[in-house]
């Protein structure tokens, strides 16, 4: 860990060193470091406004510039680096598709109706009004992050390429203070939208099934182990879209305007129908490490039974056997993974959680001591082990998100409970839309499961 630290902080100054560099060169005065972290850096927006004015640089230039991409090291996310061939023969082309993106980014493919100049500018939605300064706070951060590149609304002149869409904002769940997510409508205009003209022909292929996946884990130990006890720990990457970024040729298409700012999103965004579908890479490579991986310890590992990991997008579920050290040496190979693969600040420390018999992910209360798995929404259903298979207790409606979320090419078959439960169904309805939200249309998978009907995942 360290030396990948040393290593991402070496690159940090060679990247402030081309900028100043070429500021330097043009006589460009070069601001001090910005102390507000609470706004967004306008003495960094004016800076770069004014050097990408007196530069006359295109857009894709720009921001390789700014990304420090040289001849000598053109990688534009400098925690990135080519891997090693994984064991698992399956993931072959997840690992080759990985590799390009570590050298090139994310090269988005585009349906042949898209214009090269944008016919409207459509306004952000009056979602963010009451939240403009959590926004702002949001933007600086990515702004620090190399997600954004922030500069004055002007240069849209300068670049009359780019594509301006919508944000919004939602409140997240459950958290203390309150904060928002930002959230990118690339789906509008309706019919004129990034999303629309986003060829999804060559996107890799999205595998998951985490609700079965956790729910196996929990039962195989319990039958291969039936005295010894089951813990739960789950991990997550902090800001996982931000590490994927976009090639600069392509970055143009995933704009907004706010405050008279133009804010130029570097990486996949939240709300473009990519964005899934290429951070699977990553998600499904940190869990290949995790299973394989065994970190130096000054002590063996007590007991050399494989783990198996579970992930969904950037939450990472770890269920092993408490068992000696097994479960300190997990932790380790988990974090471990996620900084190899996406770098040392992919580790969301606050949302890893500690080894026990309970937690909560992908909106499932799970017990491993019990063998139950709980989702408590407007109504409640659980699923349960028996000695004859998973079990649910009551009929249950499963509302999930549609295109609004960048899950919604795979809830159909992947959401909580659809697929924990889904050797307990009796019978479901095809996957329809309906017009519930500003944000795109919503998709509803709707199961009836009987009472005490059981059946095998």
């Known amino acids: 860990m360290a030396t990948l630290e040393k290593l991402s902080a070496h690159c940090r100054v060679e990247v402030d060193t081309s900028i100043t560099s070429a500021a330097k060169a043009h006589g460009v005065p070069i601001p001090d470091n910005p102390t507000n972290e ?78 090269q100049r944008q016919r409207q500018r459509p306004r952000n939605h009056g979602s963010i009004d009451e939240h403009l300064d959590q926004v702002r706070r949001h933007i600086r951060k990515g702004q620090h992050d190399g997600r954004y590149l922030v500069v004055q609304a002007s240069l849209a002149d300068q670049w009359p390429e780019v594509f301006i869409s919508p944000i919004g904002v939602v409140e997240k769940a459950g958290t203390d203070p309150p904060d928002i997510r930002i959230i990118n409508d690339y789906s509008y205009p309706e019919g004129a939208s990034v999303n629309d003209y986003t060829d999804r022909s060559h996107f890799p292929e999205i595998s998951y099934n985490p609700p079965a996946d956790i729910a196996r884990r929990i039962a195989t130990p319990r039958s291969k182990h039936p005295l010894e006890r089951i813990l739960l720990m789950l991990g997550d990457v902090a800001g996982a879209f931000r590490h994927v970024y976009v090639h600069a040729d392509h970055a143009r298409m995933f704009t907004f305007i706010i405050d008279d700012m133009l804010v130029v999103d ?48 950037d939450d990472h579920s770890c269920i092993e056997l408490d068992i000696g050290s097994r479960c300190f040496v997990a932790n380790l190979a988990l974090r471990r993974a996620m900084a190899t693969i996406l770098g040392p600040s992919a580790i969301n420390e606050r949302k890893f959680t500690t080894w026990s018999v309970t937690g909560r992910a992908l909106g499932l209360d799970l017990n491993t001591q019990q063998g139950t798995l709980w989702q408590d929404g407007q109504g409640s259903a659980a699923c349960g082990w028996t000695d004859h298979g998973w079990f649910s207790d009551k009929t249950i409606d499963l509302k999930s998100v549609g295109q609004s979320s960048p899950y919604h090419d795979v809830l159909s078959t992947s959401s909580s409970l659809f ?30 499961l009987d009472l005490g009907q059981r059946g095998q995942i």
């Open 419 to 448: 697929s924990a439960a889904a050797g307990c169904c009796l019978f479901t309805w095809p996957i329809r839309s309906s017009p519930l939200s500003r944000y795109g249309a919503r998709r509803f998978a709707v199961i009836r």
């Open 38 to 115: 609470d706004s967004v850096g306008i003495l960094a927006v004016k800076f770069l406004s004014r050097l990408a004015t007196i530069l006359g640089a295109t857009l894709p230039d720009f921001i390789r510039l700014v990304r420090g991409q040289t001849t000598d090291d053109p990688r534009p996310n400098k925690d990135l680096y080519e891997l090693r061939k994984p064991l698992s023969p399956e993931l072959a082309e997840v690992w080759s598709r990985w590799n390009e993106v570590a050298r090139d980014d994310v090269v988005p493919e585009w349906l042949p109706e898209r214009p």
């Open 266 to 313: 570097l990486a996949c965004g939240f709300g473009w129908c990519g964005s899934p579908a290429w951070y699977y890479l990553p998600g499904a490579l940190i869990n290949e490490l995790y299973q394989w991986s065994h970190p130096p310890l000054p002590v063996p590992v007590s007991i050399p039974i494989p783990r198996h990991g579970s992930f969904w997008c």
